[in-house]
């Protein structure tokens, strides 16, 4: 999820809430705060809990809170405060985090190091784990699956988020992780952006956890449901589209995707388009603003149709 704020730049709790249940009403499975699109780096703790705060109330007033996982992003450089914020997240509502390695002294930290660290912080996590494979917040640190698949051998490590996009390591991870976890099928896996969620799916994974879903989660929901359907046609097509529009969130990053957003939910008012300093707004006359709404257009025509194709209704 982005995070959203007000034009004196505190938390815009009502935003936030509308983006949430918005995300619900699409048949969003889980919400996803505090990752890269929803600019963690920017927030203090106290707003990081803020947004959880304002997340899980929605999910208990309007969905099933059992059904709907709310994964809090805690990555940070030292255990201890990983470990601080994988707290503040379960006082606050959230059922899991979402954790990077700490790669802020990537030149001196070594396999070993990273799985001890991740083992660390699921012995005394409150909330179970997932490991959140990027390496460009990671300062480069890219696991290999033979170091993934030690650091699920930990049976409150539950899931991985591969925003890495190596489809091979996802298939080497689907298929090892019984055989780390003593025969069990109980490890999520899940890719980490919309483009390439299709291929995830045939290699086995469960998911994707994908900041395009910000703008268009019917589109994103629809590439599952119909390979579920044994569709695989119209799933490669639906994917091609997602992929094309994707590639400029994943371009822009959150700035573009905060662009996008009144395009997509002509609701919101532009005032939801704004990012933390040191960034600002795309200009709306600018070059990169007009390639996002042109290179978009498909898929926001895409959206609205499946819009009244499924009617609203809350994820259940």
């Known amino acids: 999820m982005l995070a959203f704020f007000t034009p004196d730049d505190k938390i815009d709790v009502p935003a936030t809430q509308r983006h949430a249940a918005r995300l619900l009403t699409a048949g969003i499975a889980g919400l996803v705060i505090h990752g890269s699109n ?19 109330d929605i999910v208990r007033n309007e969905a099933d809170s059992h059904a709907v996982p709310i994964i809090a992003g805690c990555g940070a450089s030292s255990l201890r405060e990983t470990l601080e914020l994988c707290q503040d997240a379960k006082e606050s509502g959230a059922t899991h985090c979402l954790v990077l390695p700490p790669g ?23 909330i179970p784990v997932l490991v959140y494979n990027f390496p460009a917040a990671a300062n480069g640190v890219d696991l290999d699956s033979d170091t993934l698949l030690r650091i ?46 299709l291929q995830g799916l045939i290699a086995g994974a469960h998911g994707t956890i994908a900041g395009f879903a910000n703008l268009a ?22 994917q091609h589209e ?4 994707d590639w400029l ?18 609701e919101e008012p532009e005032s939801i388009t704004k990012p933390r300093l040191p960034f600002t707004p795309l200009a709306k006359d600018g070059k990169e603003f007009n390639e996002i709404r042109d290179g978009m257009a498909s898929v926001l025509k895409m959206e609205i149709a499946l819009r009244k194709v499924a009617p609203d209704s809350v994820h259940q």
């Open 217 to 238: 989660p019917r589109a994103c929901v629809g590439i599952g449901k119909v390979f579920e359907q044994g569709l695989l046609h119209e799933a490669r097509a639906l």
């Open 152 to 197: 699920m051998a930990h049976p409150r490590v539950v899931g991985v988020k591969l925003t890495c996009g190596n489809t091979g390591k996802l298939a080497r991870v689907v298929a090892g992780a019984p055989k780390v976890r003593g025969g069990h099928d109980d490890f999520f896996v899940a890719g980490g952006s919309a483009d390439f969620y």
């Open 104 to 126: 802020y002294y990537a030149g001196i930290l070594s396999k070993d190091a990273i799985v001890t660290f991740f083992h660390d912080v699921a012995d005394h996590s409150p």
């Open 249 to 266: 969130a994943i371009r822009y990053g959150f700035v573009g995707v905060k662009a996008a957003m009144p395009m997509f939910h002509s």
């Open 38 to 56: 929803g600019e963690a780096t920017h927030l203090s703790r106290r707003e990081r809990r803020t947004i959880i705060e304002a997340v899980a």
């Open 242 to 245: 997602v992929a094309g529009a």
